[in-house]
C-alpha cells in the first residue's frame, strides 16, 4: 500500500503526489491533457485524497475512466483548442469528480451494539463479519444503480433516497431489512454457517442472490442469478421481457494468488459499465475492490468498528454509511477467490456482459466466465 498519513478519525489518508519539474514537458495532446489533469489536482487540497492517485494512469472505478486514458494522443503542437478540452474532460474528467464518485459509494463497516445475532447472544460482528459487510457493498452498489442511477453523487443537501436504501441493510432481523447480515447469516443456516464463523465471497454472494431472487416487493423489480458453476448460461436469463438483473459470479482463479492468465481479464473488468464490484480481499482480510489503477486495486475496507445506527429515526447520520476513503492493494497480493458483480439494467447490458466474456482479445483461451447457450 501506499505511504499515508494518519488522520484523526484513524484512517490513513494518502496524497497525490505533487507535478515534478519538468515532468509535463513535450508535445502532443495526451502530454498537455496530463498537464490539465495535474494542474486541476494541484489547486485541490491534497489531505481530501484518500489515496495515491497516479497522474499518468487512468483510474477506472465501478465503469467510469478518470485520468488520461493512454491512447489520448494528438501529434498537434498547438495550445488545447476549446474543442480538444471539451473531448478531454468528457473523456478524463476531473479530480473533483473522481472525488464525488469515491465519496458517493455506500460503506457497510463492523458495528457493535446490534440486535443480537441469529442462533447467538452476539451483538457484533468484529473479527468474523468483514466479508458480510463486502457483500452489503456490493449488494448497495447494485441497488444505488438500479433505484437511482451510476451516475447518482451524494449532494449537499441529504438525499431521502439514498436513506431508502441503507435501511434494508440496517442491523436487525426484519423483514423491512431484507439485507441486513442478520437475514444474511439466517439464509446460510441451512448450510451449517452461523454467527461467529468467517465465510468466504461464494457463500456470502449466494445468500444474498438468494434474498433478492426470494422477490421481496421492497427489492422489486430486480431478479438475482448467481453463476455458481464459473459460467453464464445465456438460456437461463436472455429473456423477451427482461427484468433488471444482479449477477454474482464467484470465482477461483489460483491456488496461492492470482494466476497471471486473469490479471488482464480482471483490471478489463473494471473497464465495463455493468461492473458491480468484486467481492475478494487479501487473505482473511475481506475488502470491496471498485476500481483499478495500473497493477493496484482500489478497495473500501470495512475492518472499522462503529456503533449501531438507529435507521427507524427519519434524520439518522449518513457520515458512517457513505463517503469512506478507499485503499489500494496491488493485484498480486490480491486472494485469488473471489466473486464478480454485474448489474444489467436492459438486455443490451447482459449482451455487452456476454461480449465482454466472449472476446479473446482481453481473455485469451481462460476467460473469467464461460459463455454457454
Known amino acids: 500500500l501506499d505511504s499515508c498519513a494518519r488522520g484523526s478519525d484513524g484512517l490513513s489518508s494518502c496524497a497525490m503526489s505533487a507535478p515534478r519539474k519538468g515532468s509535463m514537458s513535450g508535445t502532443g495532446l495526451r502530454t498537455r491533457a496530463l498537464r490539465l489533469w495535474t494542474n486541476a489536482v494541484s489547486r485541490m487540497s491534497t489531505h481530501v485524497f484518500p489515496v495515491h492517485i497516479s497522474r499518468s494512469k487512468p483510474l477506472w472505478i465501478l465503469g467510469v475512466a478518470y485520468g488520461v486514458p493512454e491512447d489520448f494522443e494528438s501529434s498537434e503542437d498547438e495550445p488545447l483548442s476549446e474543442l480538444e478540452i471539451s473531448r478531454y474532460e468528457m473523456i478524463c474528467r476531473t479530480p473533483h469528480e473522481m472525488l464525488q464518485d469515491l465519496h458517493s459509494r455506500l460503506f457497510f ?45 451524494l449532494p449537499h443537501e441529504q438525499d431521502p433516497a439514498i436513506r431508502s436504501i441503507i435501511k434494508l441493510f440496517g442491523d436487525f432481523s426484519r423483514p423491512d431489512c431484507p439485507l441486513s447480515i442478520h437475514n444474511i447469516l439466517a439464509q446460510m443456516h441451512g448450510n451449517g454457517i452461523k454467527a461467529g464463523d468467517w465465510m468466504g465471497p461464494h457463500a456470502v454472494g449466494r445468500s444474498i442472490c438468494q434474498i433478492i431472487s426470494d422477490g421481496l416487493p421492497v427489492l422489486a423489480p430486480l431478479r438475482a442469478h448467481f453463476a455458481a458453476d464459473c459460467s453464464l448460461a445465456r438460456s437461463k436469463l436472455e429473456t423477451e421481457v427482461w427484468t433488471p438483473t444482479f449477477i454474482a459470479a464467484p470465482l477461483r482463479l489460483g491456488l496461492r494468488g492470482i494466476t497471471d492468465c486473469y490479471l488482464q481479464p480482471l483490471k478489463a473488468f473494471f473497464k465495463l459499465p455493468q461492473c458491480a464490484g468484486i467481492m475478494g480481499g487479501r487473505p482473511r482480510h475481506a ?57 444489467c439494467e436492459k438486455l443490451s447490458d447482459f449482451l455487452c456482459v456476454i461480449a465482454f466474456l466472449s472476446d479473446k482479445s482481453v481473455h485469451g483461451d481462460t476467460p473469467l466466465l464461460s459463455v454457454v447457450p
Not at 115 to 125: A, F, N, Q, T
Not at 317 to 343: N, V
Open 109 to 153: 463497516s463492523y458495528r457493535q451494539r446490534c440486535e443480537p445475532l441469529p442462533g447467538s447472544d452476539l451483538d457484533s460482528d468484529v473479527g468474523w463479519g468483514c466479508m458480510l459487510r463486502v457483500g452489503q457493498m456490493m449488494a448497495g452498489q447494485v441497488l444505488m444503480h438500479h433505484m437511482l442511477s451510476r451516475g447518482w453523487r
Open 287 to 343: 475488502l470491496y475492490f471498485i476500481g483499478v489503477q495500473g497493477k493496484e486495486l482500489l478497495a473500501l475496507d470495512p475492518h472499522i468498528c462503529r456503533n449501531a445506527v438507529d435507521i427507524d429515526n427519519p434524520l439518522f447520520p449518513l457520515e458512517s454509511f457513505i463517503g469512506h476513503a478507499p485503499r489500494k492493494l496491488h493485484i498480486d497480493d490480491a486472494d485469488p477467490s473471489l466473486c464478480l458483480g454485474f448489474y
